[in-house]
């Protein structure tokens, strides 16, 4: 089991960035494959993107390719999520999660989650 703490989100207007940390506890973060999702208000929790064990692949979601990054430094147990040219519809709380070695696009798929970290896009 590991422990996930997310920070970095906020107010933003369109077109603008933000970069999200998720800090997790325990000496095998490297073991483990995580994953970003964000849930808006209504809706399913949704899949946003996740990186390998290793940091050498990553997977997006459709809505998000070409406008965030997920980056990880092992040393520093932590994950982070590039977000830029943001629009209001990026408005969710954003999570991120752990799973052992590979990533998945499920929400089932993942063992371990944090508490979020609201991110608001104004227009």
């Known amino acids: 089991q590991v422990q996930l703490v997310e920070s970095g989100g906020g107010l933003v207007q369109a077109g603008g960035s933000l970069r999200l940390s998720c800090v997790a506890s325990g000496r095998t973060f490297n073991r483990y494959a995580m994953g970003w999702f964000r849930q808006a208000p209504g809706k399913e929790r949704e899949f946003v993107g996740g990186i390998r064990w290793s940091g050498g692949i990553t997977q997006y979601g459709d809505s998000v390719k070409g406008r965030f990054t997920i980056s990880r430094d092992n040393a520093k147990n932590t994950v982070y999520l590039q977000m830029n040219s943001l629009k209001p519809e990026d408005t969710a709380v954003y999570y991120c999660?752990?799973?052992?070695?590979?990533?998945?696009?499920?929400?089932?798929?993942?063992?371990?989650w944090g508490q979020g970290t609201q991110v608001t896009v104004s227009s």
């Open positions: 999660a752990a799973r052992p070695w590979e990533i998945a696009a499920q929400v089932e798929g993942y063992d371990d």
